[in-house]
């Protein structure tokens, strides 16, 4: 079993940036592919970005392509994502997810990852 935990969420302006970190516990191993995912209030849970086990890969949605950046450091079991140019409709719950089947990834469809974390919300205002 993985467990992942987000953090670094929050309230931030239009235009603004923040940093998402996900920390892996328990059965860790630097060999997941790794996702982001986001959910808004009465939406579908979307794709956001994604990196490979290696971090040699990344996909990202083309909504956030150019703004969101995807990476991974291994020896600390943590993923990141570094948001800029936020704009109100990137506001949602934002998880991170890990596959378990030992794929390279990188993956974009959730049905691909076995583990998720919590969430942490993101909120842009205008």
């Known amino acids: 079993q993985v467990q992942l935990v987000e953090s670094g969420g929050g309230l931030v302006q239009s235009g603004g940036s923040l940093r998402l970190s996900c920390a892996a516990s328990g059965r860790t191993s630097s060999s997941y592919a790794m996702g982001w995912f986001r959910q808004a209030p009465g939406k579908e849970r979307e794709f956001v970005g994604a990196?490979?086990?290696?971090?040699?890969?990344?996909s990202y949605a083309d909504s956030v392509k150019g703004r969101f950046t995807i990476s991974r450091d291994n020896a600390k079991n943590t993923v990141y994502l570094q948001m800029s140019s936020l704009k109100p409709e990137d506001t949602a719950s934002y998880y991170c997810a890990a596959n378990g089947r030992g794929v390279t990834g990188p993956l974009r469809s959730r049905y691909d990852y076995d583990y998720w974390g919590q969430g942490t919300q993101v909120t842009v205002s205008s």
């Open positions: 990196i490979s086990w290696s971090g040699r890969g990344t």
